[in-house]
């Protein structure tokens, strides 16, 4: 014959099967010491655990709200047991959740389909279609919009405009990372005629959403050896956002990069923000602009950042668990005890092979 359903969860072998007096569900019985309750799908729909050792046998009671089920620990139990339409009241209630963030395994469900979870999942068709709207896919999102609104009647969306001025936004916020501000500012502005609600002003949107791509730009190229122009994106970057925040370090690649590339005097300003940004750190960072102060002559304040940078490395070094760690920030120790033993001696410890090497180092 055709089998109908297959049934799979215990972890052990079963003993026993007993249908309920209605013949909608089904018990089991396991040497996994469990017993289970399913529907004729092979859904499994209640567990009962508490036998010490295996279940051997399974019975409904004549009215089906009880079960009766035998065990090898020498005891036999009754267990209540809910009807198929409360167990699945009770699943379906459990499953509110889930059906937010996948609607359609709601969609597929027609038992949990009550008008309480249709509007909990409605959410999920309008995140969903919030989603594609902003990967450019607006008639998929308006699809998911329109679900939306079939489950729950009351969500107030006009899908074109809302699908359209998503696209829109995320368009603009990705020209704008790309340093494109004139073409997310005309983005921007269209989404704002699609959505007349939208909080958003477009030129100051746009300039606050290129500002960091262009310090990150900049530390890239600096990177590359283009201090001219990365010191000039750090500058657009500001001027872009005059609030906004460039972190320690991305001052200290600054300045670390731009020295090691013959650009100390020019980058000396970002190893005193990197100082200033992070006091915590500050010995740290000054290790840093002592490369900055000897290659620049201040032979005096680069022993002293120097020495700073030693003590930092000193004062870490019981913290650190790794032994890589700990065998680098010894290595970096005693390479900046060198400089300074070098610079007092009237030497200088930056050669043009040195600074080379330097660059090649993956740790400053």
């Known amino acids: 014959g055709n089998q109908l359903a297959l049934f799979s969860g215990h972890q052990s072998s079963v003993y026993s099967v007993s249908f309920s007096p209605d013949g909608k569900t089904l018990a089991t019985a396991s040497a ?13 729909l209640a567990l009962f655990s508490g036998h010490q050792d295996w279940v051997n046998s399974v019975s409904f009671s004549p009215d089906g709200k009880t079960l009766a089920t035998a065990s090898y620990d020498k005891t036999v139990r009754l267990w209540p047991v809910e009807d198929l339409g409360e ?7 459990l499953l509110e959740g889930y059906f937010v963030d996948h609607p359609e395994s709601l969609d597929n469900l027609e038992k949990c389909q009550d008008s309480d979870s249709k509007i909990a999942a409605a959410s ?3 995140k969903q279609g919030e989603e594609l709207a902003k990967q450019g896919d607006v008639e998929a999102a308006i699809a998911k919009f329109q679900k939306a609104k079939q489950w729950n009647t009351e969500l107030e969306l006009e899908l074109e405009k809302k699908a359209k001025a998503i696209a829109l936004v995320a368009k603009g916020e990705e020209l704008a990372k790309e340093g494109d501000v004139e073409g997310a500012i005309a983005k921007f502005q269209e989404a704002k005629q699609w959505n007349t609600e939208l909080e958003l002003q477009p030129e100051i949107k746009a300039k606050q959403l290129a500002a960091p791509a262009k310090v990150k730009q900049g530390e890239e190229l600096a990177e590359e050896g283009q201090l001219t ?4 994106l750090y500058k657009e970057a500001q001027q872009l956002d005059p609030n906004l925040e460039i972190d320690a370090n ?8 731009g020295s090691l590339h013959g650009y100390a005097a020019e980058v000396m300003d970002a190893c005193e ?3 200033v940004k992070d006091p915590e750190n500050q010995k740290f960072h000054q290790g840093n602009r002592g490369l900055a102060r000897a290659l620049t002559g201040d032979t005096a304040g680069a022993i002293s950042d120097f020495q700073a940078s030693v003590e930092w490395r000193d004062q870490i070094y019981p913290s650190i668990e790794s032994h890589e760690r700990r065998a680098r920030l010894q290595y970096h120790k005693r390479q900046r005890q060198k400089w300074i033993d070098q610079l ?4 200088n410890p930056f050669t043009e092979e040195v600074l080379k090497d330097l660059l090649e180092e993956e740790e400053w």
């Open 273 to 275: 923000k990197a100082i």
């Open 124 to 126: 999920g068709f309008v």
């Open 32 to 44: 996994d010491k469990t017993v289970r309750v399913w529907d004729l799908q092979g859904n499994q």
């Open 250 to 257: 991305s001052w200290n690649a600054l300045c670390w990069l």
């Open 87 to 93: 167990m699945l009241a009770r699943g379906c209630k």
């Open 344 to 347: 007092r001696a009237g030497k």
């Open 229 to 232: 122009k990365a010191l000039s």
